[in-house]
């Protein structure tokens, strides 16, 4: 068995709450206009690859409850297949949407993905986190995702194999964190020095760039008010793989990664805003974007 790409990168059960007026202060109750179960974390990104064509696998331990159980069928649904032994409980988001932003809180029991699992599976492309760089067979390509966890885990010291990667993405506040830069351009210098193509999100400006040690920007779109900006980092790097799998020079790869992570912020939950490729296609090539190679 091949696959084009394994995300791995764990996947959490996000209990999204729809319509809040305000976040609550401490001893205070707010009440939400919906509560809304899906997919989170790794199965995310993995749910945007398999919607853009790429056969896709999701190396995450999930456990055999009722939340481990509503992920599986999510993503059987999806043609994700998925890998890995079960954990005892399966790792939970609470999302808290709110004027174009969103505050979250997690129980992650730690557990993650084997190296066995995503090398059973020949792939392509490797889609995961800075811990886990060892689960990447040789001759696939690395796309390292950095979330507030790596970020903080890591700070002030980069692996020292992250040079094998393809690229990095990681947001504006978490490459701070992880660099001690005093702004999301420096520290896109920073990593753009140990990595072939570092990305930084920049929320509705896009992204910015360094790749092979220039500075590119990547440019954001407009696509309406913002619902729900979960998941945004985990479409873009799918988008990035999609991109790169169908030959497109890589800048062109980022813009149209840049397009898929913003058009996923008009519904609540990031799993939800994964946009089909027909339509993608139709965005993008309405927005200006080169078509992808035949």
């Given at each position: 068995?091949?696959?084009?790409?394994?995300?791995?990168?764990?996947?959490?059960?996000?209990?999204?709450?729809?319509?809040?007026?305000?976040?609550p202060?401490?001893?205070?109750?707010?009440?939400?206009?919906?509560?809304v179960?899906?997919?989170?974390?790794?199965?995310?990104?993995?749910?945007?690859?398999?919607?853009?064509?790429?056969?896709?696998?999701?190396?995450?331990?999930?456990?055999?409850?009722?939340?481990?159980?509503?992920?599986?069928?999510?993503?059987?649904?999806?043609?994700?297949?998925?890998?890995?032994?079960?954990?005892?409980?399966?790792?939970?988001?609470?999302?808290?949407?709110?004027?174009?932003?969103?505050?979250?809180?997690?129980?992650?029991?730690g557990v993650?993905?084997?190296?066995?699992?995503?090398?059973?599976?020949?792939?392509?492309?490797?889609?995961?986190?800075?811990?886990?760089?060892?689960?990447?067979?040789?001759?696939?390509?690395a796309?390292?995702?950095?979330?507030?966890?790596?970020?903080?885990?890591?700070?002030?010291?980069?692996?020292?194999d992250?040079?094998?990667?393809?690229?990095?993405?990681?947001?504006?506040?978490?490459?701070?964190?992880?660099?001690?830069?005093?702004?999301?351009?420096?520290?896109?210098?920073?990593l753009?020095?140990?990595?072939?193509?570092?990305?930084?999100?920049?929320?509705?400006?896009?992204?910015?760039?360094?790749?092979?040690?220039?500075?590119?920007?990547?440019?954001?779109?407009?696509?309406?008010?913002?619902?729900?900006?979960?998941?945004?980092?985990?479409?873009?790097v799918?988008?990035?793989?999609?991109?790169?799998?169908?030959?497109?020079?890589?800048?062109?790869?980022?813009?149209?990664?840049?397009?898929?992570?913003?058009?996923?912020?008009r519904?609540?939950?990031?799993?939800?805003?994964?946009?089909?490729?027909?339509?993608f296609?139709?965005?993008?090539?309405?927005?200006?974007?080169?078509?992808?190679?035949?």
């Open positions: 068995m091949s696959v084009d790409v394994v995300v791995a990168v764990p996947a959490f059960m996000d209990m999204t709450f729809v319509g809040l007026e305000a976040l202060h401490l001893g205070e109750e707010r009440f939400a206009g919906d509560l179960r899906s997919p989170g974390g790794g199965a995310i990104t993995a749910i945007g690859a398999a919607r853009l064509g790429l056969s896709t696998a999701l190396a995450a331990p999930i456990a055999p409850d009722p939340a481990g159980n509503m992920i599986r069928e999510v993503l059987h649904e999806e043609g994700v297949a998925i890998v890995g032994a079960p954990c005892p409980r399966t790792p939970v988001t609470m999302v808290l949407p709110l004027d174009g932003q969103r505050a979250m809180v997690t129980f992650d029991p993650r993905a084997r190296a066995a699992d995503v090398a059973a599976l020949a792939p392509r492309a490797v889609i995961t986190g800075l811990s886990q760089l060892d689960v990447v067979p040789d001759g696939a390509r796309y390292v995702s950095v979330g507030d966890d790596d970020a903080r885990a890591f700070a002030g010291r980069l692996p020292g992250l040079g094998t990667a393809a690229g990095m993405l990681i947001d504006s506040r978490e490459s701070m964190v992880l660099t001690g830069a005093g702004t999301p351009e420096e520290a896109a210098e920073v753009g020095r140990t990595v072939p193509a570092a990305v930084v999100g920049v929320g509705t400006r896009g992204a910015v760039a360094v790749i092979d040690g220039r500075r590119v920007d990547i440019e954001g779109f407009d696509v309406g008010a913002t619902v729900d900006p979960t998941g945004t980092s985990d479409l873009f799918a988008a990035w793989a999609w991109g790169d799998a169908g030959g497109m020079a890589l800048e062109d790869s980022l813009r149209w990664a840049s397009l898929y992570a913003a058009l996923s912020v519904v609540p939950t990031g799993a939800a805003g994964a946009t089909a490729l027909a339509e296609i139709e965005e993008g090539s309405r927005r200006g974007l080169p078509l992808p190679p035949e």
